[in-house]
Antibody, heavy 119, light 111 residues
Framework: EVQLVQSGAEVKKPGESLKISCKGS????????IGWVRQMPGKGLEWMGI????????RYSPSFQGQVTISADKSISTAYLQWSSLKASDTAMYYC????????????WGQGTLVTVSS | QSALTQPPSASGSPGQSVTISCTGS?????????VSWYQQHPGKAPKLMIY???KRPSGVPDRFSGSKSGNTASLTVSGLQAEDEADYYC???????????FGGGTELTVL
C-alpha cells in the first residue's frame, strides 16, 4: 500500500526556522515526483513546489520561489519542506503529494502537517 | 498562473444530481485533457475522484463523472448521498513550465 506519512503539527514564532517531512513507503520513492501543497485556513489548494527524488530535480511555483526550500533524502525515502524565517502568513496546512509525471494527477496524499506561526 | 474558477457552493437533495463547473483558459483546461477532481472532507487530505477529464480511479463510485467543453470542465455527482458532502477542487495541467493549477474549491452540501 502506497503511503505518505508526514511529520507532526508545529507551533513556531515568527522568524524561527522549520523543516517538515514526508516519508514515502509502498512504492519506489525515486520514480515519483513529490510535491508540496499549501492550504491556508478556510482556503483552497496551492502548489508550492515539487521534487524528483531520483535526481533531486526541483521546481518551484513563482509565488514560493525563494520563500521555501524543498529537498529529499532518497536513502530514507523522505522529502522535506523548510523555511529559514517563518512569518505569521505561513500558518497553514501543508500536504505532500505524489504524482508520476506533470500530466498525471496526484494519486496519493500525506495526511497533512499543520504549521502555526504566532508570537 | 491564476486559479481556475469554481462556484463557491453547490447543493442538492439526496438522490438528486449536481454539477460543479471549473472554468480556466486555453492555457490550461481548454488546452489539455488533463483535468482532475479531488474530494476533501473537513480535516482530511484530498482524494482523487476523476482524472484526465472523465476517468475514475479504482474504488470511486460511478456516480461521479467528469466532462469538458472548451475551457470549462465539469464534475457531476449523481444519486447524491450524505457522504458526498465535502469540498471539491478541480485541477489542470498548464504546460511544461507550470506545476499545475487548482480551482478555488466548491463546497457541496447535501440538503
Amino acid at each position: 500500500e502506497v503511503q505518505l506519512v508526514q511529520s507532526g503539527a508545529e507551533v513556531k514564532k515568527p522568524g524561527e526556522s522549520l523543516k517538515i517531512s514526508c516519508k514515502g513507503s509502498g512504492y519506489t520513492f525515486t520514480t515519483y515526483w513529490i510535491g508540496w501543497v499549501r492550504q491556508m485556513p478556510g482556503k483552497g489548494l496551492e502548489w508550492m513546489g515539487i521534487i524528483y527524488p531520483g535526481d533531486s530535480n526541483t521546481r518551484y511555483s513563482p509565488s514560493f520561489q525563494g520563500q521555501v526550500t524543498i529537498s529529499a533524502d532518497k536513502s530514507i525515502s523522505t522529502a522535506y519542506l523548510q523555511w529559514s524565517s517563518l512569518k505569521a502568513s505561513d500558518t497553514a496546512m501543508y500536504y505532500c503529494a505524489r504524482r508520476s509525471t506533470a500530466t498525471r494527477p496526484v494519486d496519493s496524499w500525506g495526511q497533512g502537517t499543520l504549521v502555526t506561526v504566532s508570537s | 498562473q491564476s486559479a481556475l474558477t469554481q462556484p463557491p457552493s453547490a447543493s442538492g437533495s439526496p438522490g438528486q444530481s449536481v454539477t460543479i463547473s471549473c472554468t480556466g483558459s486555453s492555457s490550461d483546461v481548454g488546452g489539455y485533457n488533463y483535468v482532475s477532481w479531488y474530494q476533501q472532507h473537513p480535516g482530511k487530505a484530498p482524494k482523487l475522484m476523476i482524472y484526465e477529464v472523465s476517468k475514475r480511479p479504482s474504488g470511486v463510485p460511478d456516480r461521479f463523472s467528469g466532462s469538458k467543453s472548451g475551457n470549462t470542465a465539469s464534475l457531476t455527482v449523481s444519486g447524491l448521498q450524505a457522504e458526498d458532502e465535502a469540498d471539491y477542487y478541480c485541477s489542470s495541467y498548464a504546460g511544461s513550465n507550470n506545476l499545475g493549477v487548482f480551482g478555488g474549491g466548491t463546497e457541496l452540501t447535501v440538503l
